[in-house]
């Protein structure tokens, strides 16, 4: 028994013989070096670190230096000046849980990987560390991160682990090219639910603010969501910098703010906006909402050669669709005020009223085309069951029929103004008057039109103005069938012979003042020239002569 007790005695001073020589060796770089080769030759990870410090006053605690950590053939997920190491009892049942692992002035990697990390720890801490998540749609890079995850059990596909408890902080971050500073997180990880308790930031020269939640499936519900003083400038169009809404992970809306926001794009900008929006789901590139309200005014919104001045918006949303409570805006000089409802079910948008009035309006160059284009997958029709307009400038500078009508007045009902997607007059009724207008060089006094559209056809029943002395009268019909088929009669007492060769018409040979009767038929097809189509008469008489001109595609036969 004497001979097997000194056996063991001499193998337990062996071996705190090789443990001290071992502790001793680590904190040289030859050992260092050593270690961090059995390591990555003997397991699936390249560790390497230059030495090892150890300090009796903290026993517990393992510092390496200049410490770098890889899956094999892969790029370093750990780089870092110190890693320390704080140990406890669970190392003698978990060799590779740590009571503590505190990572300073390095990069960790953060993208997620097939293989989880070997290590955890009841507490990880970051200091002045650099954060990267390289791969996928969120990109992340992340610079002088400080804070803590408790505990840290990294798994595969998840660097931060199913459960725990987390604050960071960091002096910059940069989202999927969105940069922002002063950085803090606080928030939990429970079953792979994600919860956001306060998140804060300073981006785009404003502030941010928010709190939400991820469940298990990738869905988010986002609380609350304060955006204040922002000044944003981007280079993509307005349509392309909505987009990513569109492919954005399901998202419900409780609450967001936007205050006193700038924000500036190609062609576009949108300037003092204020915004509140409550319940609203996004999904699958569309909306759903029960209850749901939008509350919305800014100085300014301006996109390509359209410009809205002092826009304000309610709208409630539900099931069925939106309720537009209430919109108004200031448009070239004038106001433009509306309420009514869009209706999922059937894309309509309907207008209880719309007020148009003091508009200063110069038509775009390719307004014919614009009005010949569908309308986007979301509006089929579009009905004004009350129109009023009053006090407008209405100005066409097309070189081929330039027009201008001043104070123009007119009213309005039941108007379907566009039907399947195409702009037009489908049905109900319009009457429209002007105090002066120039159509083609012709002055005109006291233009007014009114017709009835339906179905089949609209119907111009009174259509007059003075010119000079005299006096224009007539009416028209147009189909509504792809042919646009047009018949006008238009009747002239006391005006002059030629006063339709500005619109199209031969000279006619007479001079003075005149009545006239002019009957044509001519078709209003899309993408076709208006001229072919024309046929009809021309009748002037003056005093003591009387013209004839008949006129077959476009072209004056002969005259009596």
């Given at each position: 028994?004497?001979f097997?007790?000194?056996?063991?005695?001499?193998?337990?001073?062996?071996?705190?013989?090789?443990?001290?020589?071992?502790?001793?060796?680590?904190?040289?770089?030859?050992?260092?070096?050593?270690?961090?080769?059995?390591?990555?030759?003997?397991?699936?990870?390249?560790?390497?670190?230059?030495?090892?410090?150890?300090?009796?006053?903290?026993?517990?605690?393992?510092?390496?230096?200049?410490?770098?950590?890889s899956r094999?053939?892969?790029?370093?997920?750990?780089?870092?000046?110190?890693?320390?190491?704080?140990?406890?009892?669970?190392?003698f049942?978990?060799?590779?849980r740590?009571?503590?692992?505190r990572?300073?002035?390095?990069?960790?990697?953060?993208?997620?990987?097939?293989?989880?990390?070997?290590?955890?720890?009841?507490?990880?801490?970051?200091?002045?560390?650099?954060?990267?998540?390289?791969?996928?749609k969120?990109?992340?890079?992340?610079?002088?991160?400080?804070?803590?995850?408790?505990?840290?059990?990294?798994e595969?596909?998840?660097?931060?682990?199913?459960?725990?408890?987390?604050?960071?902080?960091?002096?910059s971050?940069?989202?999927?090219?969105?940069?922002?500073?002063?950085?803090?997180?606080?928030?939990?990880?429970k079953?792979?639910?994600?919860?956001?308790?306060?998140?804060?930031?300073?981006?785009?020269?404003?502030?941010?603010?928010?709190?939400?939640?991820?469940?298990?499936?990738?869905?988010?519900?986002?609380?609350?969501?304060?955006?204040?003083?922002?000044?944003?400038?981007s280079?993509k169009?307005?349509?392309?910098?909505?987009?990513?809404?569109?492919?954005?992970?399901?998202?419900?809306?409780e609450?967001?703010?936007?205050?006193?926001?700038?924000?500036?794009?190609?062609?576009?900008?949108?300037?003092?906006l204020?915004?509140?929006?409550?319940?609203?789901?996004?999904?699958?590139?569309?909306?759903?909402?029960?209850?749901?309200?939008?509350?919305?005014?800014?100085?300014?919104?301006?996109?390509?050669?359209?410009?809205?001045?002092?826009?304000?918006?309610?709208?409630?949303?539900?099931?069925?669709?939106?309720?537009?409570?209430?919109?108004?805006?200031?448009?070239v000089?004038?106001?433009?005020?509306?309420q009514?409802?869009?209706?999922?079910?059937?894309?309509?948008?309907?207008?209880?009223?719309?007020?148009?009035?003091?508009?200063?309006?110069?038509?775009?160059?390719n307004?014919?085309?614009?009005?010949?284009?569908?309308?986007?997958?979301?509006?089929?029709?579009?009905?004004?069951?009350?129109?009023?307009?009053?006090h407008?400038?209405?100005?066409?500078?097309?070189?081929?029929?330039?027009?201008?009508?001043?104070?123009?007045?007119?009213?309005?009902?039941?108007?379907?103004?566009?039907?399947?997607?195409?702009?037009?007059?489908?049905?109900?009724?319009?009457?429209?008057?002007?105090?002066e207008?120039t159509?083609?060089?012709?002055?005109?006094?006291?233009?007014?039109?009114?017709?009835?559209?339906?179905?089949?056809?609209?119907?111009?029943?009174?259509?007059?103005?003075?010119?000079?002395?005299?006096?224009?009268?007539?009416?028209?019909?147009l189909?509504?069938?792809?042919?646009?088929?047009?018949?006008?009669?238009?009747?002239?007492?006391?005006?002059?012979?030629?006063?339709?060769?500005?619109?199209?018409?031969?000279?006619?040979?007479l001079?003075g003042?005149?009545?006239?009767?002019?009957?044509?038929?001519?078709?209003?097809?899309?993408?076709?020239?208006?001229?072919?189509?024309?046929n009809?008469?021309?009748?002037?008489?003056?005093?003591g002569?009387?013209?004839?001109?008949?006129?077959?595609?476009?072209?004056?036969?002969?005259?009596?």
């Open positions: 028994m004497k097997l007790g000194k056996v063991l005695l001499t193998l337990l001073l062996l071996l705190l013989l090789v443990a001290l020589m071992l502790y001793l060796l680590l904190q040289t770089q030859w050992g260092a070096g050593w270690a961090s080769r059995q390591i990555s030759e003997n397991s699936d990870f390249n560790l390497s670190f230059s030495k090892m410090e150890h300090d009796f006053s903290r026993p517990s605690v393992l510092i390496l230096n200049n410490v770098s950590f094999n053939g892969q790029p370093a997920s750990l780089v870092a000046q110190h890693v320390e190491l704080g140990l406890g009892l669970i190392q049942s978990h060799p590779r740590f009571a503590s692992i990572l300073d002035r390095g990069t960790l990697d953060i993208t997620p990987h097939r293989l989880p990390l070997p290590f955890q720890a009841d507490r990880l801490q970051l200091s002045q560390m650099a954060l990267a998540h390289n791969q996928g969120w990109r992340l890079q992340a610079q002088r991160v400080d804070g803590g995850i408790m505990p840290w059990k990294p595969a596909e998840d660097m931060l682990g199913k459960d725990a408890r987390f604050q960071l902080s960091a002096g971050l940069t989202l999927d090219d969105i940069p922002a500073t002063n950085v803090l997180i606080q928030g939990s990880l079953d792979s639910q994600l919860i956001v308790s306060n998140l804060g930031a300073d981006i785009a020269q404003g502030s941010v603010t928010a709190s939400a939640r991820r469940n298990a499936q990738g869905s988010w519900q986002v609380t609350s969501l304060r955006l204040n003083s922002l000044r944003l400038q280079d169009t307005f349509s392309d910098f909505l987009r990513p809404l569109s492919s954005l992970p399901p998202l419900h809306i609450r967001m703010d936007i205050t006193d926001a700038r924000l500036e794009g190609k062609e576009w900008a949108v300037t003092d204020d915004l509140v929006l409550k319940n609203l789901t996004l999904r699958d590139g569309d909306w759903q909402s029960e209850n749901g309200t939008l509350a919305l005014n800014a100085n300014s919104f301006v996109n390509g050669s359209m410009q809205l001045d002092d826009p304000i918006a309610r709208m409630t949303f539900s099931a069925q669709g939106i309720a537009l409570n209430s919109f108004s805006t200031r448009w000089n004038g106001l433009v005020r509306t009514g409802n869009w209706t999922r079910s059937d894309k309509k948008l309907t207008l209880d009223e719309l007020v148009v009035a003091g508009l200063e309006y110069t038509l775009p160059l307004w014919r085309d614009r009005w010949m284009q569908a309308l986007p997958s979301w509006l089929d029709s579009v009905q004004v069951s009350k129109l009023s307009a009053s407008n400038l209405l100005i066409d500078i097309s070189p081929d029929f330039p027009f201008q009508m001043t104070a123009l007045d007119g009213n309005g009902k039941n108007l379907l103004m566009a039907r399947e997607g195409r702009w037009g007059i489908w049905s109900g009724e319009l009457n429209v008057n002007a105090a207008a159509f083609n060089r012709v002055d005109l006094r006291h233009p007014s039109l009114a017709l009835t559209a339906g179905d089949s056809s609209i119907r111009v029943t009174e259509m007059s103005a003075f010119s000079a002395d005299g006096m224009l009268e007539g009416q028209a019909t189909g509504q069938q792809p042919q646009r088929a047009l018949s006008l009669d238009l009747r002239g007492r006391q005006v002059a012979p030629n006063l339709l060769h500005d619109w199209g018409w031969p000279q006619v040979p001079t003042t005149a009545n006239m009767q002019l009957n044509i038929q001519a078709s209003l097809q899309a993408g076709q020239a208006l001229k072919p189509s024309v009809g008469t021309l009748t002037v008489t003056t005093d002569k009387s013209v004839k001109q008949t006129m077959k595609a476009g072209q004056v036969a002969g005259a009596q």
